[in-house]
Every structure is written in C-alpha cells, then in structure tokens.
C-alpha cells in the first residue's frame, strides 16, 4: 500500500472494532482497482462519537462505516439521511462530499442481494423474521415490500409492536406473532422463509430463537449472524436449505464501497477477502 498526500481515507466507526472484517474486504477491493484509498478501523467510545463525525470533515475522509453502537446515535450529526435511512432510523454508510456528510443505511439492501445471488425469491412468500433491533429494522423494511406477508416475533412486545406498526406504514402485510406461534407446528409449517435478525446464537450456549424441531425441508433458514449458528446446524439437519449473514456483510459493504467511490466494486474480490479473514 503506498500512502501519499493524495490517499483518501474510509473506515469504520464502532465500539469494539478489532474483530471487523469490513477493512480486509474494502482494502483489497481499492487494491485490485488501484484506487488510491484506505480503510482504516476507528475504535469510537459512544461520548466521543459527535467529535468523531466532526473529524470526518476535519480530516477530509472520504467516508465511513458506522456499525455498532452508533447506528442509530449518529444520524442527528450529518447534514443529509437517505429516505431509507432515516425511515430504518440508523445508518451504516456516511459519505463525505465537501464536509456535507450523508447518512446511508445499506444493511437491508444487503441482505435481499445476497438472498437474490442465492436464487431465494421472497416474492408472494411468507416470511417469518425474529427480532426487532436495528438490524431486523434494515432487512424488515426490505422484506416487507416484497413478501406476500411479514411474520414479526420479538422477545420485548413493545419493540416489536412499534416495528410492526412503522413497517406497515409502508406495506399494511406485517402481522406480530406470539411465543406460541413460533413453537407451534401448525403456524411454522406456513412460513416459506425464517429470519434470525437477533443476537441469539452468537453465543454457543444460547438458547434457539424458535422451535427447530418442526423445521422441514419447504423452509429457507436466514441468520444475519455471519457463522453457522446452532439455528442453522439444526435447520440443515433437518433438509433446510440455509443463508448466514456472511453474504449480508459482504453486500452491505459493495454498496458502500460503490456509495463512496462511485466506481463497479469487484465483488469476488471483496468476498475472497471477506472469506479470508472470516477462517
Ligand atoms: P440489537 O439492535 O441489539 O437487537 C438485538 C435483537 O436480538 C433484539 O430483537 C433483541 O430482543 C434480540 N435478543 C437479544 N438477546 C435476546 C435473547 N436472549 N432472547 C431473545 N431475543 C434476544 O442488535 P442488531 O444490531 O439488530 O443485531 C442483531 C444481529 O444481527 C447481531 O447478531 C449482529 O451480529 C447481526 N448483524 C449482522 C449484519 C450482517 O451484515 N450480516 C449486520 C448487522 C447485524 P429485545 O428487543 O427483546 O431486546
């Protein structure tokens, strides 16, 4: 990498950022272009992220990543938030264009792509997703445009109440579901596609988000965490065909990365560097 005056500057903003894959992935794609840029992680503790956005200007980046915690915090530091992201209420891309900063949130787009790379039509399907936090926001505003209904659980009912009501100000197809829904047989065997969008299964000891007893082979199984959770082991065993998240992050990030440069990301690139570091 040859650093020179003329380098320009991405990153990412969260808080813990050593364990992101986003700058193995975004280097090598600037590498393979001989685009003149780098990506660096910046670890932001939560009272300092309005000074970090401000740098952003000060240091003339050309953009950042915002992951957790400060997805949802940073939008009332830019200058502009893209319709999306402001209906999602959190952003995951800034670019930087003459220290007017724009807010992007590219995690929803990210998901459907990688379903559409995998040929997983959510068309006229019913979707069950789980979880109601800033991601399940992202991919819920995806899914629920395209789904002949969206099947919303989550373990705090005010939280999901809320996403159920801002998403059917759009779509008017999005139903809450119950705890005995998700352990129930009858309701289960009527979903096409199941989403994880909650942290359970980060952990090898959490419990499954839903009964994968009555997983059958008509389901696609989704988890937006990137390995092969205990959900997904138990849904291929039982013939589902399955997704992680891997394909979300790498998603995500080509559509940053085409945000801030402009220019065709070179996907094969970008997920060989994702899988690199991913092992
Ligand atoms: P978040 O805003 O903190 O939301 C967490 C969600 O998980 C909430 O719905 C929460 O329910 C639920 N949850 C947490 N612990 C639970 C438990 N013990 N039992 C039942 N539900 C529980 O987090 P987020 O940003 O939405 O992220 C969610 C997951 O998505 C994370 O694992 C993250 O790794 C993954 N993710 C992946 C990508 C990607 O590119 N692949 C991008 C973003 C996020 P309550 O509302 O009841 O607390």
Same mark, same amino acid.
């Given at each position: ?57 000060? !240091?003339? !980046? ?15 530091? !830019? ?194 560097? !994702? ?5």
């Amino acid at each position: 990498m040859n650093i020179s005056g003329k380098t320009k500057i991405a990153g990412i903003f969260g808080h813990p950022v050593e364990h992101s894959l986003s700058p193995a992935m975004h280097n090598a794609a600037f590498a393979h272009l001989n685009l003149d840029y780098c990506y660096v992680p910046f670890s932001v503790a939560p009272h300092l992220l309005k000074q970090a956005v401000e740098s952003i200007r000060a !240091l003339d !980046l050309a953009g950042v990543n915002v992951t957790v915690p400060h997805k949802e915090n940073v939008l009332p530091f !830019l200058d502009n938030v893209s319709e999306d992201a402001s209906f999602i209420g959190a952003v995951n891309t800034i670019k930087n264009i003459n220290g007017n900063l724009t807010g992007y949130n590219t995690d929803g787009q990210g998901f459907m792509q990688a379903l559409a790379e995998q040929g997983i039509e959510v068309k006229g399907k019913r979707v069950l997703m789980v979880g109601a936090g800033g991601a399940a926001r992202a991919v819920g505003h995806c899914l629920c445009k395209e789904a002949s209904s969206l099947y919303l659980h989550n373990r705090g009912i005010e939280r999901g109440g809320a996403l159920k009501q801002h998403l059917n100000s759009i779509s008017g197809n999005v139903l809450s579901v119950d705890d005995s829904a998700i352990m129930s047989r009858d309701f289960l065997s009527g979903m096409d596609i199941i989403v994880n969008a909650t942290s359970l299964g980060l952990k090898s000891d959490d419990p499954l988000p839903l009964n994968a007893s009555l997983l059958g082979d008509k389901h696609v199984v989704c988890d937006l965490i990137y390995k092969k959770t205990p959900l997904l082991l138990e849904a291929s065993k039982a013939g589902c065909r399955t997704m992680d998240g891997l394909g979300m992050l790498l998603w995500q990030g080509v559509l940053a990365f085409g945000i801030w440069t402009g220019v065709t990301p070179p996907v094969e690139v970008m997920r060989e560097a !994702l899988g690199r570091g991913h092992k």
